[in-house]
Each structure stands twice: as C-alpha cells, then as structure tokens.
T-cell receptor, first 113, second 112 residues
Framework: SQTIHQWPATLVQPVGSPLSLECTVEGTSNPNLYWYRQAAGRGLQLLFYSVGIGQISSEVPQNLSASRPQDRQFILSSKKLLLSDSGFYLC????????????FGNGTRLTVT | AQSVTQLDSHVSVSEGTPVLLRCNYSSSYSPSLFWYVQHPNKGLQLLLKYTSAATLVKGINGFEAEFKKSETSFHLTKPSAHMSDAAEYFCVVRSRYSTLTFGKGTMLLVSP
C-alpha cells in the first residue's frame, strides 16, 4: 500500500534562517506531488506541484522554493524565513488519473519567531 | 473559474444528533468533488468523492454527501454524530484541468 512520510512534525525557526521540509512517498511510482500551506482561517493554498523529477510548478510567488531530486521525494525550502512563512505545511501525492484523490501527509507545523 | 463556499465556519452538534456541513461550488465544467477531514495537527484524510457516477456518495465513518447540480451543492451529512467526528472538514472541487480549489473549512464541534 502507498504511504507518505513528512517531517519534521513541528519546527520553530528564527526569522532569516533557512528551511528544509522533506516529503517521501512509498508504494507508488511517478506520482504527482504537491506542497500546500494552511494558514489559520484561510483553508489550503497550493504552493508547488510536480509531475516528475526536476519538474516544479509554482502557484504563488513567495519566499519558498521546491525541488524533486528523486521520483518520490519532494522538498520545500527557503533561504531566509519570514514571519509570514509560519503555518501548517502539507505534502500530498496523487496518481492514477484526473479523478484520483489527493493523499496527504501529516503536516509540519512551522513557527517562525 | 471555479470556487467553493463552505457556508458555516463552525457547526456545533450534540453526540447522537445529525450532522450537516454545507458546501456550494461553482465550476464551468462538470466537477469532481471531495470532502476531506482534518484532525488537529494532522494531515487531511479523504472522506468521500464524487466523480459523476451516483449522486449520493457514501464515505468512511458513516458520512455521505449528495451532489445536487441544480443547487450547485455538495453537502456532507451523517445521521448520528460521534465525539471522534470533532474535526475540521474541507470541501474541495477539481476542474477538468485538475486544478484543486479548497473551501475555507468548517469546524465541527461535538458535545456530549
């Protein structure tokens, strides 16, 4: 069966520090991968998605970047965090066609101080 | 363009009473619709999905939703609430181009 791992679960970082959140998927190949951010009261915002290794699409201009060095690995990064980067970050994957649902990781709670 | 409106930010029910979480959508094409549940500091779990088959969709944990095209609604229901149902629920619409749009969520509070 397919599983998704996302870490760390919680993170507290000072303003200006770098960020690296990692997500890996097991049990499937060539998934579409997504990074979402959830801010309080705002629902989910799509940040990046990837349909293959090295292919990244950005949905929102921001202080963040994403990379996909391997088929089932998706990394969210920042060189210098801002206070506004605080939030709950969710990795998700999908495969099997247009009607297949998203499957989410357990998320990372990021607090920038 | 597509959009999702969850009509209530908070819904409070007593354990054992029915649950109704309302969702209205707009989409230029026949959409796929989903309901997800999120427990505190957890990822989102798929409850059910509608993909143009039966209009009444049954999901996990006793939840179901009915797609009503004439009303552009996809309300989530459960006959009898359980304490473990307390969580945040998201209605999601996907267009033919696979763009996902999430509602802002409805927090379900269940009292004993």
């Amino acid at each position: 069966s397919q599983t998704i791992h996302q870490w760390p679960a919680t993170l507290v970082q000072p303003v200006g520090s770098p960020l690296s959140l990692e997500c890996t998927v097991e049990g499937t190949s060539n998934p579409n991968l997504y990074w979402y951010r959830q801010a309080a009261g705002r629902g989910l915002q799509l940040l990046f998605y990837s349909v293959g290794i090295g292919q990244i699409s950005s949905e929102v201009p921001q202080n963040l970047s994403a990379s996909r060095p391997q088929d089932r690995q998706f990394i969210l990064s920042s060189k210098k965090l801002l206070l506004s980067d605080s939030g709950f970050y969710l990795c998700a994957w999908r495969s099997g066609g247009l009607n297949s649902p998203l499957h989410f990781g357990n998320g990372t709670r990021l607090t920038v101080t | 363009a597509q959009s999702v409106t969850q009509l209530d930010s908070h819904v409070s029910v007593s354990e054992g009473t029915p649950v109704l979480l309302r969702c209205n959508y707009s989409s230029s094409y026949s959409p796929s619709l989903f309901w997800y549940v999120q427990h505190p500091n957890k990822g989102l779990q798929l409850l059910l999905k509608y993909t143009s088959a039966a209009t009444l969709v049954k999901g996990i944990n006793g939840f179901e939703a009915e797609f009503k095209k004439s009303e552009t609604s996809f309300h989530l229901t459960k006959p009898s609430a359980h304490m473990s149902d307390a969580a945040e629920y998201f209605c999601v619409v996907r267009s033919r181009y696979s763009t996902l749009t999430f509602g802002k969520g409805t927090m379900l509070l269940v009292s004993p």
